[in-house]
């Protein structure tokens, strides 16, 4: 595997139901990313985990719960999510000591609440 | 608050007709804006990162430009398989946060 892969990448789960994707790393980087994509608006940063660490939460509803075992594997744990929360989960990496830091994406988890 | 704009919304070309997408952006302290493509239901694809004003970098069909206020996707004789969304994002702050534009999706007809 090279680069950023996600699983699934296709999910459809009701609302009681308890699900979690994931997202795995193979650059060697020390940051990963969750961002959130609807139809129509741009990329919104969920979660940004540094060194295993998470620093930046935006205002993310409790239903969504990252989880950052390692500085190759983010998780993210959905319950109880809205029919609103059906978008494209992407998953991100970068190298933050590096000038620039770009960031690389996977190829994203389509999810649909019913 | 940091704001990127990206226009137009979208456009369409024929095979070999040139353009350029428009990213322009208010934001405090630029640390760097990048330029991604992004294919129906697949994660976006970095192109390009530029630093400073004046910068230009090219890949194949592609130049990208920046100037302090804006930057300028060109691409030359486009064909097909350059159809695709175009995101344009600014990264700001001491932790390189990034924004995003709404982007620009090009079809080019054959």
Redesign the interface.
């Known amino acids: 595997e090279t680069g950023?892969t996600?699983t699934p990448r296709h999910l459809v789960m009701g609302m009681t139901n308890k699900k979690s994707l994931k997202c795995e790393q193979h650059l060697g980087h020390n940051a990963m990313y969750w961002y959130k994509q609807s139809a129509?608006?741009?990329?919104e940063?969920m979660f940004?985990y540094?060194l295993e660490e998470r620093?930046?939460n935006n205002s993310v509803p409790s239903r969504f719960s990252p989880e950052c075992p390692n500085s190759s594997h983010l998780f993210l744990h959905l319950h109880t999510l809205q029919p609103e929360d059906s978008a494209?989960y992407?998953c991100?990496s970068?190298q933050?000591d590096r000038?620039?830091?770009?960031?690389?994406?996977?190829?994203?988890t389509?999810l649909t609440v019913l | 608050e940091d704001q990127v704009t990206q226009s137009p919304e979208a456009l369409r070309l024929q095979e070999g007709e040139s353009s350029s997408l428009n990213c322009s952006y208010t934001v405090s302290g630029l640390r760097g804006l990048f330029w991604y493509r992004q294919d129906p239901g697949k994660g976006p694809e970095f192109l390009f990162t530029l630093y400073s004003a004046g910068e230009e970098k090219e890949k194949e069909r592609l130049k990208a430009t920046l100037t302090k206020k804006e930057s300028f996707l060109h691409i030359t004789a486009p064909k097909p398989e350059d159809s695709a969304t175009y995101l344009c994002a600014v990264a700001t702050g001491a932790n390189s946060k990034l924004t995003f534009g709404k982007g620009i999706t090009l079809s080019v007809r054959p």
């Open positions: 950023v996600q129509k608006k741009p990329l940063l940004v540094s620093v930046e494209l992407l991100a970068s933050r000038v620039g830091d770009t960031q690389y994406f996977g190829p994203g389509r």
